[in-house]
């Protein structure tokens, strides 16, 4: 069974350009967040998608924003990337109507932003 | 989501038992305690859960008292894969806040 997968794994950008981050959730999960990692620190929620709509958000600009698909996989969308922007993206997937609070991770994609 | 406090780092030797407490004040009566694990260039992964007393799994276990503003994750004879950081987490329904967490390192 295969868990949650993230391509690319790392990735080079320049200032000011576009990104799409793709994910596939563990099977039978329905529900993807998205999380920014810098450097020592904590994940921080970015959004979260269920039945293809964003259900919840954290405090990210609207430069971030995301998709899902019929079969639940999910993208990650950047705009007018920042030199700020450089963390690793990890996305979440989990069953909608899950007893516990269990976010299955991936390994995450590295941006990094020059 | 009510903020989480723990210790920024802790050290530990193979073989002891590491308890790393975590307050959080502000918790709301849906909230759940929730505790991760993340390894270097990895995603987090989750250890374990609680609501209130006493919660054991295979892994570790979970200690909340009463008043729940706080609670102790306990890692019975760590080992030296046990190095990581812990994240220590107040969740419900559409909620998950990670703090800075406590880098556990485990000595031979």
């Known amino acids: 069974d295969a868990g949650v997968t993230q391509s690319p794994t790392h990735l080079i950008k320049t200032r000011g350009q576009q990104v799409t981050l793709r994910c596939s959730p563990k099977s039978g999960h329905d529900t993807v967040s998205w999380y920014q990692q810098a450097l020592g620190q904590g994940p921080q929620f970015i959004f979260q998608?269920?039945?293809?709509?964003?259900?919840q958000r954290g405090n990210f600009p609207d430069r971030f924003s995301g998709h899902q698909f019929p079969n639940y996989s999910s993208e990650l969308n950047v705009n007018a990337l920042l030199l700020g922007d450089s963390a690793l993206y990890l996305c979440?997937?989990?069953?909608?109507?899950?007893?516990?609070?269990?976010?299955?991770f991936g390994p995450g994609t590295r941006l990094t932003v020059t | 989501l009510a903020k989480t406090t723990q210790p920024i780092s802790m050290d530990s030797y193979e073989g002891q038992e590491v308890n790393i407490t975590c307050s959080h004040n502000n918790i709301a009566t849906n909230d759940y305690i929730t505790w991760y694990q993340q390894f270097p260039s990895q995603g987090p992964r989750f250890i374990i859960q609680g609501y209130k007393t006493k919660v054991t799994n295979e892994v570790a276990s979970l200690f909340i008292p009463a008043d729940r503003k706080s609670s102790t994750l306990s890692l019975p004879r760590v080992s030296l894969s046990d190095t990581a950081v812990y994240y220590c987490l107040v969740v419900r329904a559409g909620g998950m806040r990670f703090g800075a967490g406590t880098r556990l390192t485990v000595k031979p």
């Open positions: 979440a997937s989990s069953p909608a109507g899950a007893i516990l609070y269990e976010q299955y």
């Open positions: 998608y269920y039945e293809e709509e964003e259900r």
